[in-house]
Structure formats: structure tokens, C-alpha cells
């Protein structure tokens, strides 16, 4: 009898390991109503990566096309300032904002300069500097005019000059020298701009 019992006690343990393996692979095929989950709380408290990961992928994708939309038109400004002229006449007021003075034409100046000088005991105010063609084709070139400023930037008298070319080439420079007789004592700086069309 003592045997049998532990024959007994050895199915029975087996049986239960049995059980117990049977109860695990069972769990497998349980769904969420089976175990008494309600599905759309269960969706609510637990969203599924997959969703989540396409919400974050299509936010970068955003940002991203945002990122070279913006770089796009920085770099359109800087690097093509007369196709963005032709383009918007009025961008040459953002260019003078930014201390790039380019003219309606596509011009602009380079290097202009002032000084006194004296020609036979006479005070002479000589105004020199480069006018550079920005643009890919040549461009008509109009009347340089040379404001005088007093100390508060007020002008106080203007003269003109012409550089000596009606048409200025692609990319082309052309110097221009004023010298202006007997100025007024009280200038204190000098604005170059190009006359506008008439």
C-alpha cells in the first residue's frame, strides 16, 4: 500500500506538472475578453508603438522639410541677390537692411571712399568708388548721385556723376571719381545711390 501511494503521489505529481505546463501553454491562446479586459479600455491605456512611432516619424518628416524650406530661401537670398530682385523689386530694401546695398539694376557699390584734398589753395571733396554689376547679363547704368551729410545725416547738398559707360557687363566693375569744388565746411559724411528711373 505504501507503493501504491508513492505510485500515487508520483502521477499525481506528474499530472499536476502535466497541469501546470497545460495552464502555460493555454495562457498563450487567451485573449484579453477571455481573461475579462475590456478591448477599447485596454486601446485607451495601452497604445500600440506602431501608431506612436508613425505620429513621431511624420513630425520629424515636418520639421525636416521645414528645416530646408528655410534654408532654401536663406540661401536663395545670399547667393542670388539679382535673380531675387528680378524676381521681388522690393527685396532691395531687405538687402539695405542687412548693409548690402544693391541698386533696382542690380548694381551696387564697392569701395567708395572720401577725402579732402587741396588744387591751388582751393578745399576739394573727391568721392570715389567701384559700380559692380551683380547681375548675369549687362545692365543699363544710371546717374551716380553723391549726397553730402551733415553730423546729424541730414543732406545738405547733392551732385551727380556718370561713370563713363552706358551698359556695364555681367559681373563687370566700373570706377567713378567726383570731385566736388568748394564743398560745405560742415560735411561730415557721404551717400552714394543711383539716380532712379525716369
Not at 506612436?52 to 532654401?72: D, F, K, P
Not at 537692411?97 to 582751393?122: C, I, K, M
Not at 545692365?139 to 551698359?167: C, F, H, K, N, Q
Amino acid at each position: 500500500m505504501g507503493d501504491s501511494g508513492l505510485a500515487d503521489a508520483g502521477m499525481m505529481d506528474a499530472s499536476m506538472g502535466d497541469g501546470l505546463a497545460d495552464v502555460g501553454m493555454g495562457d498563450a491562446g487567451l485573449t484579453d475578453a477571455d481573461l475579462g479586459i475590456d478591448p477599447a479600455l485596454a486601446a485607451q491605456a495601452l497604445p500600440e508603438e506602431r501608431g506612436q512611432s508613425r505620429a513621431r516619424s511624420v513630425v520629424t518628416l515636418g520639421w525636416l522639410v521645414l528645416a530646408l524650406t528655410v534654408a532654401g530661401v536663406i540661401g536663395t537670398l545670399a547667393l542670388a541677390p539679382s535673380t531675387v530682385m528680378s524676381v521681388l523689386p522690393g527685396a532691395a530694401r531687405l538687402y539695405a537692411l542687412f548693409g548690402v546695398p544693391v541698386g533696382s539694376h542690380g548694381l551696387t557699390f564697392e569701395g567708395v571712399r572720401y577725402g579732402w584734398t587741396n588744387d591751388g589753395g582751393q578745399t576739394v571733396l573727391e568721392v570715389q568708388g567701384d559700380v559692380v554689376n551683380l547681375t548675369s547679363s549687362p545692365v543699363d547704368v544710371p546717374t551716380v548721385i553723391i549726397a553730402l551729410r551733415d553730423e546729424s545725416g541730414s543732406e545738405i547738398s547733392e551732385w551727380t556723376t556718370e561713370i563713363g559707360e552706358d551698359e556695364l557687363a555681367a559681373g563687370g566693375h566700373a570706377p567713378f571719381l567726383r570731385q566736388i569744388p568748394s564743398p560745405p565746411s560742415n560735411v561730415r559724411s557721404v551717400k552714394v545711390r543711383f539716380a532712379k528711373a525716369e
